[in-house]
């Protein structure tokens, strides 16, 4: 143990072996004098770091004290040894002096040699790198360990904590691996460096080279008196040379100013470019002739399409008031409110996006489809303001310029399915495209100038009427689309769905046959729905079968009712509400759901233990109260049904839904409760071929209810016969189609008394139809 005097290092770390130079300060000025003056000119090297000394020093000497050349005065130090600092002791001078115990370093061991190679090895390479080849054959030459591994003091890629751990390792083992692997994060971290330089380099001297060249073409050019073909001259002449309307020349013109301001570097130029060649493509002045001849409308409709009667109808109302505008001179083209707005709404598969090619065909007009399922963002519809990286303008001004003519047919797809995001509504943005008393002006953001969708011709589709905006379908025309009859899917599928199918699948009319029964029956007992989708998927697996057989057998075949189940299986749908009602307590219900009308059974039974009403089946709100303001009416009006009030009131009553994985609400289940609950408290049990919709009130009444024509087709399908409605919804049958209304019987009904005496069988029947289990069940 020695006495020895602190010289702080602040921005340097001694190491044995190192030889470095000191700046004197007052400080360090005070331990270089007490390590004079003690003969010896030994003193102890500390690294203070952040103002913290750390705990093992460098035994060191003074081998010169002087100045640099800048004139500041130093002292060139040499470390001897490791020293472990202990207690201040007081010592002559103004230094600070401490007692220092040596350490003593173990003798190399394990894998330091193979260590020291790789060490030497990676060093080495730093070195290559950098050119110092004197330090390289330094290093070559030092034999031992602890010299090689203290040496590294010297490298500038090591910073000064890793410098201070190596000093406060004093085995060389562990030394030797700390430096291998920071030597190899050094080297990982200069070839990446390497890399991004080079690849600036070559992009830098591509741009001057690119940059050099474009000069030179343009000085050829202007030599030779011709214009550049993509500067802002040619700009200049085809914005000039265009037919563009006013407002819209004159901002075009501007940005050509612009750009002829702008330098070829800047990214503003390559912006002006791009939003001059998106306002010159537009078709500012093309407009396609509409087909004035009704007659042929409807023809195109019609070979198109089969029933839709109120869509066909609505579309040829369109262009008899254009023609007759035109005869009158009162302009056709543009103008206020001119525009029109469809909105078809109905289930899946009923034909609703193909109904909008149809209409354009049937107008002389272009056609474009713009999917708005799933967006989230307002800028799809307005554009992005040209400020952002990769701007571009809305769907409404792509799907323009995509169709080639300011006056197309737009079918905007999906709008029930539109949501608002993070980034704005998109269905209030739309407010403006589909309103007929704003879209002249309508403003893209990307674009900044007025565009007229007055002549513009928007169909809507949606699947559920009610996830549309209130404020967005106030814009649009409401034309339902509620579903196929039978006959008419037999139609459809013998004219338009065969056909396409039989030559997907590679067949001729030669070779396979569908009867019309057969398809008949495939839509009543194999794709019970309101559209026709699974009806083409059912017809195209009869053909897939039917090439597989082919393959084997070239004799033609005819698919008919006798062999129809060898290609599609037994049937998936059969009449059950005659087995369904056959005992008291379950009624036929009438529903509306996202696919189109469905018939809905609703089920009630009584049982001991505590009084009260439990309700299963996923409902919703609406369809709770409906059960409980069944349950009140019977109980207050149960005497004149012949019911007695304690059978209710004593009893604990369950009604379910079946279906329960489905969640349902809505106001038209309430006299099919009704007549669940009276069915089973008097035992009788309701009528199999009625099925039934409207809403309850306390008092009695049955209130309308939405959705008529889509449950009558839905109970046309499942094969009832009489169907009651609310009285007011009589008007509604007007849109019925006349084959559903000759096979239906319909009552409109409006007291529950008069439901009840209708629906529910006589009591003598039902005492002779039913057995003694099945009345005691009651």
């Given at each position: 143990?020695?006495?020895?005097?602190?010289?702080?290092?602040?921005?340097?770390?001694?190491?044995?072996?190192?030889?470095?130079?000191?700046?004197?300060?007052?400080?360090?000025?005070?331990?270089?004098?007490?390590?004079?003056?003690?003969?010896?000119?030994?003193?102890?090297?500390?690294?203070?770091?952040?103002?913290?000394?750390?705990?093992?020093?460098?035994?060191?000497?003074?081998?010169?004290?002087?100045?640099?050349?800048?004139?500041?005065?130093?002292?060139?130090?040499?470390?001897?040894?490791?020293?472990?600092?202990?207690?201040?002791?007081?010592?002559?001078?103004?230094?600070?002096?401490?007692?220092?115990?040596?350490?003593?370093?173990?003798?190399?061991?394990?894998?330091?040699?193979?260590?020291?190679?790789?060490?030497?090895?990676?060093?080495?390479?730093?070195?290559?790198?950098?050119?110092?080849?004197?330090?390289?054959?330094?290093?070559?030459?030092?034999?031992?360990?602890?010299?090689?591994?203290?040496?590294?003091?010297?490298?500038?890629?090591?910073?000064?904590?890793?410098?201070?751990?190596?000093?406060?390792?004093?085995?060389?083992?562990?030394?030797?691996?700390?430096?291998?692997?920071?030597?190899?994060?050094?080297?990982?971290e200069q070839e990446v460096t390497e890399q991004?330089?080079?690849?600036?380099?070559?992009?830098?001297?591509?741009?001057?080279?690119?940059?050099?060249?474009?000069?030179?073409?343009?000085?050829?050019?202007?030599?030779?008196?011709?214009?550049?073909?993509?500067?802002?001259?040619?700009?200049?002449?085809?914005?000039?040379?265009?037919?563009?309307?006013?407002?819209?020349?004159?901002?075009?013109?501007?940005?050509?100013?612009?750009?002829?301001?702008?330098?070829?570097?800047?990214?503003?130029?390559?912006?002006?470019?791009?939003?001059?060649?998106?306002?010159?493509?537009?078709?500012?002045?093309?407009?396609?002739?509409?087909?004035?001849?009704?007659?042929?409308?409807?023809?195109?409709?019609?070979?198109?399409?089969?029933?839709?009667?109120?869509?066909?109808?609505?579309?040829?109302?369109?262009?008899?008031?254009?023609?007759?505008?035109?005869?009158?001179?009162?302009?056709?083209?543009?103008?206020?409110?001119?525009?029109?707005?469809?909105?078809?709404?109905?289930?899946?598969?009923?034909?609703?996006?193909?109904?909008?090619?149809?209409?354009?065909?049937?107008?002389?007009?272009?056609?474009?489809?713009?999917?708005?399922g799933g967006v989230r963002d307002e800028a799809?519809i307005r554009g992005h303001r040209r400020t952002?990286?990769?701007?571009?303008?809305?769907?409404?001004?792509?799907?323009?310029?995509?169709?080639?003519?300011?006056?197309?047919?737009?079918?905007?797809?999906?709008?029930?399915?539109?949501?608002?995001?993070?980034?704005?509504?998109?269905?209030?943005?739309?407010?403006?495209?589909?309103?007929?008393?704003?879209?002249?002006?309508?403003?893209?953001?990307?674009?900044?100038?007025?565009?007229?969708?007055?002549?513009?011709?928007?169909?809507?589709?949606?699947?559920?009427?009610?996830?549309?905006?209130?404020?967005?379908?106030?814009?649009?025309?409401?034309?339902?689309?509620?579903?196929?009859?039978?006959?008419?899917?037999?139609?459809?599928?013998?004219?338009?769905?065969?056909?396409?199918?039989?030559?997907?699948?590679?067949?001729?009319?030669?070779?396979?046959?569908?009867?019309?029964?057969?398809?008949?029956?495939?839509?009543?007992?194999?794709?019970?729905?309101?559209?026709?989708?699974?009806?083409?998927?059912?017809?195209?697996?009869?053909?897939?079968?039917?090439?597989?057989?082919?393959?084997?057998?070239?004799?033609?075949?005819?698919?008919?009712?006798?062999?129809?189940?060898?290609?599609?299986?037994?049937?998936?749908?059969?009449?059950?509400?005659?087995?369904?009602?056959?005992?008291?307590?379950?009624?036929?219900?009438?529903?509306?759901?996202?696919?189109?009308?469905?018939?809905?059974?609703?089920?009630?039974?009584?049982?001991?233990?505590?009084?009260?009403?439990?309700?299963?089946?996923?409902?919703?709100?609406?369809?709770?109260?409906?059960?409980?303001?069944?349950?009140?009416?019977?109980?207050?009006?149960?005497?004149?049904?012949?019911?007695?009030?304690?059978?209710?009131?004593?009893?604990?009553?369950?009604?379910?839904?079946?279906?329960?994985?489905?969640?349902?609400?809505?106001?038209?289940?309430?006299?099919?409760?009704?007549?669940?609950?009276?069915?089973?408290?008097?035992?009788?049990?309701?009528?199999?071929?009625?099925?039934?919709?409207?809403?309850?009130?306390?008092?009695?009444?049955?209130?309308?209810?939405?959705?008529?024509?889509?449950?009558?087709?839905?109970?046309?399908?499942?094969?009832?016969?009489?169907?009651?409605?609310?009285?007011?919804?009589?008007?509604?049958?007007?849109?019925?189609?006349?084959?559903?209304?000759?096979?239906?019987?319909?009552?409109?009904?409006?007291?529950?008394?008069?439901?009840?005496?209708?629906?529910?069988?006589?009591?003598?029947?039902?005492?002779?139809?039913?057995?003694?289990?099945?009345?005691?069940?009651?």
């Open positions: 143990m020695a006495t020895l005097p602190v010289l702080p290092l602040t921005d340097a770390v001694l190491l044995p072996g190192m030889v470095i130079p000191v700046t004197l300060d007052p400080t360090t000025q005070a331990a270089v004098d007490a390590a004079r003056a003690t003969g010896d000119r030994t003193l102890l090297a500390v690294p203070r770091i952040d103002g913290e000394y750390g705990p093992v020093g460098a035994i060191a000497t003074i081998e010169k004290v002087g100045r640099l050349p800048s004139g500041e005065p130093a002292a060139v130090i040499r470390g001897l040894a490791r020293a472990r600092i202990g207690s201040g002791v007081p010592g002559p001078g103004a230094a600070l002096w401490v007692e220092a115990t040596e350490l003593s370093e173990p003798a190399p061991a394990g894998k330091a040699r193979e260590l020291a190679r790789e060490y030497r090895a990676l060093v080495t390479s730093v070195l290559q790198q950098r050119g110092a080849w004197q330090v390289i054959d330094a290093v070559e030459r030092m034999t031992d360990l602890s010299e090689l591994a203290d040496s590294a003091g010297y490298a500038p890629w090591l910073t000064l904590d890793q410098k201070t751990e190596l000093l406060a390792a004093p085995d060389v083992t562990a030394r030797l691996e700390l430096l291998v692997g920071w030597v190899k994060d050094h080297l990982a991004i330089n080079t690849e600036v380099r070559e992009g830098l001297e591509k741009s001057q080279r690119e940059f050099l060249l474009r000069q030179q073409l343009a000085a050829i050019r202007k030599e030779l008196g011709e214009d550049e073909p993509d500067g802002s001259a040619d700009y200049r002449s085809r914005v000039e040379a265009a037919d563009l309307p006013e407002k819209v020349r004159e901002a075009a013109m501007r940005e050509v100013g612009k750009l002829e301001r702008a330098s070829d570097a800047s990214p503003e130029a390559g912006w002006i470019r791009t939003w001059l060649d998106t306002v010159l493509e537009m078709p500012w002045s093309t407009r396609t002739q509409d087909n004035t001849d009704l007659a042929a409308a409807r023809e195109v409709l019609d070979a198109d399409h089969a029933g839709l009667a109120d869509v066909k109808d609505r579309i040829l109302e369109y262009l008899a008031v254009r023609n007759r505008r035109a005869e009158r001179n009162l302009g056709v083209v543009g103008g206020r409110g001119s525009g029109a707005v469809l909105a078809l709404a109905g289930p899946p598969g009923v034909g609703k996006t193909s109904l909008g090619e149809s209409v354009a065909r049937a107008l002389g007009r272009n056609f474009v489809r713009v999917s708005l799809e952002y990286v990769g701007a571009l303008p809305g769907r409404i001004v792509r799907a323009l310029r995509e169709a080639g003519s300011m006056n197309p047919v737009v079918l905007l797809d999906e709008v029930d399915k539109l949501a608002a995001g993070y980034a704005g509504d998109p269905a209030a943005a739309l407010l403006e495209v589909l309103d007929p008393a704003q879209n002249h002006t309508f403003r893209d953001h990307y674009l900044e100038v007025d565009l007229d969708l007055s002549d513009v011709l928007f169909l809507a589709t949606a699947n559920v009427v009610e996830a549309i905006p209130g404020p967005l379908l106030d814009r649009m025309e409401l034309v339902a689309l509620d579903g196929y009859t039978e006959d008419e899917k037999v139609a459809i599928a013998r004219d338009h769905l065969l056909p396409r199918q039989r030559e997907r699948a590679g067949l001729t009319t030669d070779e396979v046959t569908v009867s019309d029964e057969a398809l008949a029956r495939i839509a009543g007992e194999y794709t019970r729905e309101a559209g026709v989708r699974q009806f083409e998927r059912s017809l195209a697996k009869i053909l897939r079968k039917v090439t597989v057989a082919l393959a084997d057998d070239p004799t033609p075949v005819e698919v008919g009712t006798d062999n129809l189940a060898r290609y599609l299986g037994r049937p998936k749908f059969t009449p059950e509400s005659a087995e369904r009602t056959a005992v008291p307590g379950v009624a036929t219900g009438l529903a509306v759901t996202g696919a189109g009308g469905d018939v809905l059974f609703i089920e009630a039974t009584s049982m001991e233990g505590e009084p009260g009403l439990t309700l299963t089946g996923q409902l919703g709100d609406v369809m709770k109260e409906s059960a409980h303001i069944a349950l009140s009416y019977l109980r207050s009006n149960g005497r004149r049904f012949g019911i007695d009030p304690n059978a209710l009131a004593g009893r604990r009553i369950h009604v379910h839904f079946p279906a329960g994985a489905v969640p349902k609400d809505g106001p038209s289940a309430g006299i099919t409760m009704v007549t669940a609950l009276a069915s089973l408290v008097t035992g009788r049990p309701v009528r199999p071929e009625f099925g039934m919709t409207g809403e309850v009130t306390l008092s009695g009444r049955v209130l309308p209810i939405g959705g008529v024509k889509q449950k009558l087709l839905a109970a046309h399908r499942a094969g009832l016969t009489e169907v009651i409605i609310p009285a007011r919804n009589e008007p509604d049958l007007d849109d019925l189609p006349t084959e559903v209304r000759e096979a239906l019987t319909i009552h409109t009904l409006a007291d529950v008394a008069d439901v009840l005496a209708l629906a529910l069988r006589p009591a003598e029947i039902d005492a002779e139809s039913l057995d003694g289990p099945a009345l005691a069940a009651a």
